[in-house]
């Protein structure tokens, strides 16, 4: 099923850098978008943080709830949390995502050394999350390798393509619509079983930022029309 502008998203970690990012674009390019965190007052100051910086470009306003809140309330979900407390977070919105889309951006770095992947049991922080949350959520990866200052820049074209993952067609052309709609142009890479390979993108690209005191290394694929 494809998604329109009418279709809300809740981004649960939306307090976090790229969270707010994606919050920023998809609120602009005028979807109802609902920040969710831990705290329903955290959200709520960030959501007006947000609505200030769009100066009246969202046609809806972002809203903040609460985590729980915000996966029963919307339509679909983008879960940008950091993997440590992917599980705790998952718990709480395990009930309000059931039948629907959810879009995790998740990555288990090595949290001594973020330069380095640290790859769960189930082999992905995505196969994980699909199967905590169980075969009613259609998880999906998309925007482990795209920098959130690029993100937050939300009047801005983003250099980057975006890797999407997931077993269900449904769920991964409604990933790839909103992919499309910030602008950026969105690659099928296959199953969830390949998130692994998405994943482990990330540390390489905080690498290269490291290394060569860059803030935006991103993947660009050569040779598709």
Known sequence: MATTTSSTIAVIGGTGQEGRGLALRWAAAGYPVL????????????????????????????????????????????????YAAQQNILSDIREGAQGKTILTSVVPLDPANPKCLLAPPDGSAAAEAQRLLGPDVAVVTAFQNVGAHALQAWDRPVDCDIFVCGDDRDAKRTAMDLVRHLGLRPLDAGPLV???????????????????????AGIRVTGLP
């Open 194 to 216: 390949n998130a692994v390979a998405v994943e482990g993108l990330t540390p390489i690209l905080i690498g290269l930022n490291i290394r060569h005191r860059a803030r935006g």
């Open 35 to 82: 920040i969710g965190s831990r705290k329903r007052e955290k959200a709520e100051r960030k959501a007006a943080e947000l609505n200030e910086q769009l100066a009246g470009h969202n046609p809806h306003p972002i809203r903040g709830l609460s985590n729980g809140e915000a996966a029963a309330a919307a339509d679909i979900i983008s879960l940008v949390v950091p």
